[in-house]
Nanobody, 122 residues
Framework: QVQLVESGGGLVQAGGSLRLSCAAS????????MGWFRQAPGKEREFVAA????????YYANSAKGRFTISRDNAKNTVYLQMNSLKPEDTAVYYC???????????????WGQGTQVTVSS
């Protein structure tokens, strides 16, 4: 199983940008499709974006389309989430996770990292 450490969150004004990073351990990182998920206070964790093992394909939730970009660097065992035009409703703890090969909206494992807090002020 891959160990994941998220970073890059913070406090930003509406309309601003943040770049999240997720560092993964293990030699199998490059074989996994990866995703970003988020959980706002009082809400269930939800899918944000996913990327194929090679980085050649991406998939976004409707809420992220046109504003967020997922990417990865397999040489650095890292996946990124560039977030632009942030809105207060993007406020949440953001997590990365290996995603299911048959459904990228579904996390493959039940163990999560600590996440990184993103707070967008209006």
């Amino acid at each position: 199983q891959v160990q994941l450490v998220e970073s890059g969150g913070g406090l930003v004004q509406a309309g601003g940008s943040l770049r999240l990073s997720c560092a993964a351990s293990g030699r199998t990182f490059s074989t996994y499709a990866m995703g970003w998920f988020r959980q706002a206070p009082g809400k269930e964790r939800e899918f944000v974006a996913a990327i194929s093992s090679t980085g050649g394909s991406t998939y976004y939730a409707n809420s992220a389309k046109g504003r967020f970009t997922i990417s990865r660097d397999n040489a650095k065992n890292t996946v990124y989430l560039q977030m632009n035009s942030l809105k207060p409703e993007d406020t949440a703890v953001y997590y990365c996770q290996v995603v299911s090969g048959s459904n990228w909206r579904v996390p493959a494992f039940g163990s999560w990292g600590q996440g990184t807090q993103v707070t967008v002020s209006s």
